[in-house]
């Protein structure tokens, strides 16, 4: 089974600021990761996704994550957030080579940014 | 391409009505799931559909069943609405291939009175 914990519920920063947003999983098997923004009243938007390769990867909206094997992570950064950047931001793993695609979600994290 | 549409996006309903959702998935897309999500659960895992079969099932009751048919639209069904039932019920579609990202919808809003 797998498992994502977001250790932040809620990540207040300044505009301008650089973000880290945290996620960590467990899983048993080999997992790809991915991480969803929802706005408010809105569906989820897949940010950046990760498979094998480069443990860097580019996204969406100047977002970027890093995997980290060993320690099982996977978080989210900005060099510098905008107000705009205001919202939920969901971790989400789905199995390698799983019979489904169910999507294991963490609990999110609202990213605030203040003026 | 057009995104994945759920109609309606709103709905009240009382306790004790049914409701039926739908989804259009991504032309293309032959695997649809859908997820609740409530302030207090978080999102939640309902079913998934693959060519009209359901291949898995998160743990809900019976009360919440789900078909999709051969042009890989899906709906939801909710029988005996509770209070509890209230939620935004997300659905997503997604490509055949590794790694079955999911491509959601807006959501429909649906509140039980």
């Known amino acids: 089974a797998q498992s994502v914990t977001q250790l932040d519920s809620q990540v207040p920063v300044f505009e301008e600021a650089p973000v880290e947003l945290r996620c960590n999983y467990s899983?048993?098997?080999?997992?790809?990761l991915f991480w969803y923004v929802q706005y408010p009243n809105q569906g989820l938007q897949l940010l950046l996704k990760?498979?094998?390769?480069?443990?860097l990867v580019k996204g969406i909206n100047g977002f970027e994550a890093e995997f980290n094997k060993s320690q099982t992570s996977f978080h989210l950064r900005k060099p510098s957030v905008h107000i705009s950047d205001t919202a939920e931001y969901f971790c989400?793993?789905?199995?390698?080579?799983?019979?489904?695609?169910?999507?294991?979600f963490g609990t999110g994290t609202l990213l605030a940014v203040q003026p | 391409k057009a995104g994945v549409t759920q109609t309606p996006r709103y709905l009240i309903k009382t306790r004790g009505q049914q409701v039926t959702l739908s989804c259009s998935p991504i032309?293309?897309?032959?695997?649809v799931s859908w997820y609740q999500q409530t302030p207090g659960q978080g999102l939640q895992f309902l079913f998934e559909?693959?060519?009209?079969?359901?291949?898995n099932k998160g743990n809900f009751p019976g009360r919440f069943s789900g078909r999709q048919f051969s042009n890989s639209r899906s709906e939801m069904n909710v029988s005996t609405l509770e209070l509890g039932d209230s939620a935004l019920y997300l659905c997503?579609?997604?490509?055949?291939?590794?790694?079955?990202?999911?491509?959601f919808g807006p959501g429909t809003r649906l509140t039980v009175t």
């Open positions: 989400a793993v789905i199995a390698y080579g799983g019979a489904t695609n169910k999507l294991i």
């Open positions: 990760y498979l094998s390769g480069s443990t």
């Open positions: 899983s048993s098997v080999s997992v790809y």
């Open positions: 032309s293309g897309h032959r695997s």
């Open positions: 559909y693959f060519s009209e079969t359901q291949r």
């Open positions: 997503a579609s997604s490509p055949p291939g590794p790694p079955y990202e999911q491509y």
